[in-house]
């Protein structure tokens, strides 16, 4: 498919825009991604997520055995969190394919700003020293979210009308 008409004319916007909006449907699709492994760990794996092999030196396992309760919560929560993952990074995919292409700005904000929530809640607990995680925890969210702001930035410039300083608008 031509995106570059009827809604886009070609120019250098028109580059940005088309970049920008791939890089970030990309992204999103990492998300994707990330939530699909998510759920799939925690059904069929080590019962954690990625990069997360025990809690306080408990596997899934040995979770259940101690207190099968808590560990049939945890794999409530670990499921339901995937969930939220996936269809954030379906609702961005389509925002940022369809709706940034076609130059609305209310695609764009919602396309920025779902993941943003999301990781500004998610993201400091892991901070927080209550349990030890490894790279491949974050590593795969932390690319894939350097792919979504080098998008969200290309597709602002070619959002911006021919001319327009960034400071102006």
Do not use: C, K
């Not at 999301?118 to 490894?134: D, K, N, R, T």
């Amino acid at each position: 498919m031509d995106i570059s008409s009827p809604f886009l004319p070609r120019n250098m916007n028109n580059n940005s825009l088309r970049s920008g909006s791939l890089l970030m449907t990309l992204g999103a699709v990492a998300f994707i991604g990330y939530g699909i492994v998510f759920l799939f760990r925690s059904l069929y794996g080590s019962g954690f997520e990625l990069g997360v092999d025990t809690l306080g030196g408990l596997s899934r396992d040995s979770l259940a055995a101690y207190n099968a309760a808590l560990g049939a919560y945890v794999t409530h929560l670990h499921v339901a969190v995937s969930g939220f993952i996936i269809s954030t990074g379906i609702a961005t995919a389509l925002l940022s394919w369809y709706g940034v292409r076609a130059r609305m700005w209310w695609a764009y904000l919602g396309a920025v700003i779902s993941p943003v929530v999301a990781l500004a809640i998610a993201l400091p607990l892991h901070y927080m020293g209550e349990f030890e995680v490894g790279f491949w925890h974050l590593g795969p969210i932390y690319v894939a979210v350097l792919v979504f702001v080098v998008g969200v930035i290309l597709a602002f410039m070619g959002l911006r009308p021919q001319g327009t300083p960034a400071a102006a608008m």
